[in-house]
């Protein structure tokens, strides 16, 4: 028999390889920074130990956007010599805000109507956003939700809270209103005249000051009559005939029924 060979030391030379990088999780935004699980693959999809590399992680890492990790190799140990830095990516997505709804809403409104809406809810430092869904021209709102009644009709006011600090955009909430017309009474006088023997009266109508809205005008015309003839201090003076009356564009007239005079 003759004697076995002998096989002299054989090297295993590193693998010289361009892995892989898997930064592990999608975040959501929460105020905290963030730091991924990285796991690091070589071109056969074998997984490669830690110890074999260096782990770079931008800083902060908190607001919401993509994150770029780079791999570095440890020279001179393990199984692997890396061909060059590898990197890999991770996000951070916005989170959903708490609901938002609008309050302070008035029960009844009508046209010539001034009021303010506030928004509660949401999350975040996003501005409030408000807008009214109908084109129709009942009702105009500004950025601080102040609602200006322009016409008689339903009319829809929509909100929401922008996106902002790590947060996406928050629900709309709404809120219908109808806005009917103004109730406007004239003021009615009668003038004083000395004792005639007939129940003729000088009767006039005017506006407050503040009830018809804007440049509004509406002419009033009116006639009455004293109930009697006869000569008296604070006589009562029927009214026969006002115009308009009851609804008219946007509001609705109702006039008393007598003055007074001597």
């Known amino acids: 028999d003759s004697a076995p060979a002998q096989i002299g030391p054989v090297p295993v030379s590193a693998n010289i390889d361009t892995p892989t990088v898997l930064c592990v999780g999608t975040f959501q935004y929460d105020g905290t920074e963030k730091t991924p699980t990285v796991v690091v693959r070589d071109s056969a999809g074998r997984v490669i130990p830690e110890s074999e590399y260096t782990v770079a992680l931008p800083s902060p890492r908190i607001a919401v956007g993509t994150y770029t990790v780079t791999v570095t190799d440890n020279p001179g140990s393990g199984n692997y010599e890396f ?17 938002l709804s609008i309050t302070d809403k008035p029960a009844n409104i009508c046209y010539g109507d001034t009021f303010r809406l506030s928004a509660i809810g949401g999350s975040g430092g996003g501005a409030i956003k408000w807008s009214i869904a109908e084109s129709t021209g009942v009702a105009e709102i500004d950025d601080n939700g102040v609602v200006k009644v322009t016409g008689t009709g339903g009319f829809t006011v929509e909100a929401y809270r922008e996106a ?18 103004k109730p406007v009474t004239p003021v009615v006088t009668a003038e004083d005249k000395p004792y005639d023997g007939n129940k003729n009266a ?6 407050r000051s503040g009830d018809l809205v804007g440049t509004d005008t509406i002419a009033l015309t009116v006639a009455g009559e004293f ?10 003076v029927k009214i026969t005939s006002k115009s308009p009356e009851g609804a008219f564009g946007n509001y609705v007239i109702t006039w008393t029924e007598s003055a007074a005079a001597s």
């Open 83 to 99: 061909a060059a830095s590898v990197t890999g990516a991770f996000e951070i997505v916005a989170a959903s805000q708490n609901p």
């Open 227 to 236: 109930v009697t003839a006869d000569a008296g201090t604070g006589k009562q």
């Open 202 to 207: 000088t009767v006039k109508a005017a506006w």
């Open 164 to 181: 902002e600090g790590g947060y996406s955009r928050s629900n709309t909430d709404r809120a219908p209103f109808f806005a009917g017309p």
